[in-house]
């Protein structure tokens, strides 16, 4: 079946540094990804839409000079976090639509610890 | 607009009880609509889907029934498993290729 991934799977850095995060579509193109974040015992927030081609769409209340998405080819969408901060640490997940059935697959997901 | 409603967790079951997760949605037209779920420390992995009114979505034991006229899609299993503990999502797509809405996550305890 189609599979997406993400890489790092976990990440540590220090405040103050960018971290970029990748999510690939590995047996299928997405002209659209999505990109959500996932406090502790929490549901998903959409942070933004990723869109091949062109600018990113970002969900209200999230900063885009903080967190810089690109979506570069059919199979690659990045997020880099900006300048962290320790209130950017949570796990990051993307997912991207088949295009079948409404179904969208899920990343493994990225868990970013800022110190 | 679209929303989806589910109880809230956490949910705590022996192994071999009933489970059922209650899930309602608000939504024009008629949407297909989905179980995800979520092991500890992973991302969200399709459980079961509905893509029209009365449609049974099913898989590794679980069930969910579209129901039009009460516009929910509960979740069901007739006996669970320790291995069954995770984190359920109720999803509404607006539209292929465009974003799910999801509901807030039930947290499933089953104990031994």
């Known amino acids: 079946g189609a599979v997406v991934s993400q890489h790092p799977s976990r990440v540590i850095c220090k405040s103050g540094t960018s971290v970029k995060i990748e999510c690939r579509s590995l047996?299928?193109?997405?002209?659209?990804m999505f990109w959500y974040r996932q406090f502790p015992k929490q549901s998903l927030m959409l942070m933004a839409t990723?869109?091949?081609?062109?600018?990113?769409?970002?969900e209200q209340g999230v900063e885009k000079d903080k967190f810089l998405i690109n979506h570069a080819s059919l199979t690659l969408s990045t997020l880099t976090v900006t300048s962290a901060h320790p209130e950017d640490s949570s796990f990051y997940i993307c997912?991207?639509?088949?295009?079948?059935?409404?179904?969208?697959?899920f990343g493994p997901g990225t868990r970013l610890t800022v110190t | 607009g679209n929303s989806v409603t589910q109880m809230e967790g956490p949910v705590t079951l022996s192994e071999e009880a009933f489970l059922t997760i209650n899930c309602t949605y608000t939504?024009?037209?008629?949407?297909?609509l989905f179980w995800y779920v979520q092991y500890p420390g992973e991302g969200l992995q399709l459980l079961l889907k509905?893509?029209?009114?009365?449609d049974k979505g099913s898989n590794k034991g679980f069930e969910a029934t579209y129901r039009k006229e009460t516009t929910s899609f509960h979740l069901e299993k007739g006996s669970v498993q320790v291995s069954d503990s995770a984190v359920y999502f109720c999803?509404?797509?607006?539209?292929?290729?465009?974003?799910?809405?999801f509901g807030k996550g039930t947290r499933l305890h089953i104990l031994p």
């Open positions: 997912s991207a639509p088949t295009g079948t059935d409404y179904e969208q697959y």
């Open positions: 047996d299928f193109q997405a002209t659209t």
């Open positions: 990723s869109n091949e081609g062109s600018k990113a769409t970002y």
């Open positions: 939504a024009t037209g008629y949407p297909s």
């Open positions: 509905a893509t029209k009114a009365d």
């Open positions: 999803a509404l797509p607006l539209n292929r290729d465009d974003k799910i809405i």
